[in-house]
């Protein structure tokens, strides 16, 4: 077997790249500007660096996203009540619900006997 000691190996004409019709084994490290093709079969633990994926699904647990809300945390009168939590349900004729987006008030409006018991308890 012979050893072929090249620091660039173009194509025959300019701008072209070399055919290797029988593939090439590379030991160490293989730098790509860019990449083309099914990445089936690779193995090891590949260190890949993405700027921004955008997908219109997701498949899988997502146990190890980053960054994403799993739940929201409950407040009354500035305290934590709970956090993590996906479901609120409030029940009551003076319970409403008013907002947009990522902010809502709950209000409830108190009767007169809560007013009164919390006055003179």
Avoid: C, H, Q, W
Wanted: net charge neutral; charged share 5%; hydrophobic share 40%.
């Amino acid at each position: 077997m012979s050893d072929l000691r090249v620091t660039n190996l173009r194509g025959r004409t300019a701008g072209s790249a070399p055919t290797l019709p029988d593939g090439v084994v590379i030991t160490g490290i293989a730098t790509a500007t860019t990449f083309s093709g099914n990445a089936t079969g690779l193995s090891g633990t590949p260190n890949i660096t993405v700027g921004i994926a955008t997908a219109t699904s997701f498949v899988g647990s997502g146990a190890n996203l980053t960054g994403v809300i799993s739940g929201v945390e409950v407040k009354s009168a500035g305290s934590s009540v709970g956090t993590g939590i996906t479901n609120i349900n409030f029940v009551g004729a003076t319970a409403t619900a008013t907002g947009s987006a990522s902010t809502i008030t709950i209000t409830v409006t108190a009767s007169f006997n809560e007013l009164d018991a919390a006055l003179f308890s």
